[in-house]
């Protein structure tokens, strides 16, 4: 394993990939690249996230078509929320009602497939043709939903992408803590257009719509924290990760930030977290391997909310982002060096 700063081309009908500063082998077998893990850089074959990309394509979208298509994401989320409220702490009641699906951390009850059916049935009754990809629909695993997620992103016709974690935070549901929410993003041809949060327990939406803004059930959110300018002065949330290597890297963040903030916290639902950056309640929320349903919506809010969202290396939030530092804006940059002095900012999958 080497550092080094390069870009690989491979095939015509493969793409070509940069990296700045990445933990990289690749490696070729026949015809296709094999892919390994440093940080959140992944070499890929086939069909890849840059061919599908338009990043100016949501500018020809009107605000009217974007509000229609908020207005159906947050009555989804209002239905799935329903479900939430009148279940939770169903495992502390029954631990029939969990399964685990990769490891013990991560686990699924029945009704986060009933909050997904509920969400997906408002969704496909207001747009038939928009590709929908939902948790509950993929394999466990890291690598399963990064595979879920080019997958969509090769297949839909219409451009359109409905990701949807329709219960953020199932460990703390299914226990009967109230840190849990429903997270859903819309994407248009590889950019994310729309961002819902909602909190449920609290009856709180939190929406988004690119170019326009940020709001907490419809009014405006104003830029995120400005009084907190120093990372001595914010309440910083990180990431607990289930993979055994992510979660020690999160560990050295934790130690490293622990004597330079006002305070850490782990809540488990970076559903919430971002929303809550974006709110002006928390400075910063660090995390490893995410799957783009724990931070398409998020990242939207926050941006749209005047704050900043990073890969850890640094480079710009997009789509495939998997490890990531979000931030008011203000302590961005000092976080991410905090981070990247205790050796905090990537890790290779277990």
């Not at 900043?308 to 490890?323: A, H, I």
């Amino acid at each position: 394993m080497i550092m080094i700063s390069m870009r690989l081309k491979v095939s015509t009908s493969f793409v070509t990939y940069s990296f700045r500063n990445s933990y990289i082998i690749p490696t070729l077998k026949g015809n296709k690249i094999r892919r390994r893990f440093y940080g959140s850089k992944t070499v890929r074959c086939l069909h890849c996230f840059t061919s599908t990309l338009d990043e100016n394509a949501w500018k020809t979208l009107s605000k009217d078509e974007k509000q229609k298509i908020l207005e159906t994401a947050e009555a989804a989320a209002l239905a799935a929320g329903e479900i939430i409220t009148t279940n939770v702490g169903c495992c502390s009641l029954m631990t029939d009602n969990c399964m685990e699906k990769a490891n013990i951390k991560d686990i699924v009850t029945q009704y986060d497939k009933e909050a997904q059916t509920a969400v997906e049935a408002i969704v496909k009754a207001a747009y038939p043709h928009h590709s929908f990809l939902g948790e509950e629909d993929v394999d466990p695993g890291a690598s399963a939903s990064e595979a879920a997620l080019y997958r969509a992103l090769d297949s839909s016709q219409s451009g359109y992408i409905w990701i949807c974690d329709p219960i953020d935070g199932t460990a703390n549901f299914a226990a009967g803590l109230d840190l849990c929410a429903v997270t859903m993003g819309v994407v248009y041809k590889g950019v994310p257009i729309i961002g819902v949060v909602y909190d449920p327990h609290k009856r709180e939406m939190f929406s988004a719509i690119k170019g326009h803004g940020a709001t907490l059930n419809g009014v405006p959110l104003d830029p995120p924290a400005r009084a907190v300018t120093h990372a001595k002065d914010a309440i910083i949330n990180a990431g607990c990760p289930a993979d055994p290597n992510a979660f020690e890297t999160s560990m050295r963040g934790v130690l490293a930030l622990n004597g330079k903030s006002r305070g850490l916290r782990i809540i488990a639902c970076s559903a919430l977290t971002t929303a809550w950056i974006a709110a002006g309640r928390l400075g910063a929320h660090f995390g490893y391997d995410l799957s783009s349903w724990d931070l398409v919506a998020g990242a939207l809010l926050i941006q749209e909310a005047g704050g900043e969202v990073t890969d850890l290396d640094g480079t710009p939030y997009k789509l495939t982002t998997r490890n990531m530092l979000c931030s008011n804006g203000l302590v961005h940059e000092e976080v991410l060096k905090i981070l990247h002095d205790a050796d905090a900012v990537s890790f290779t999958r277990s």
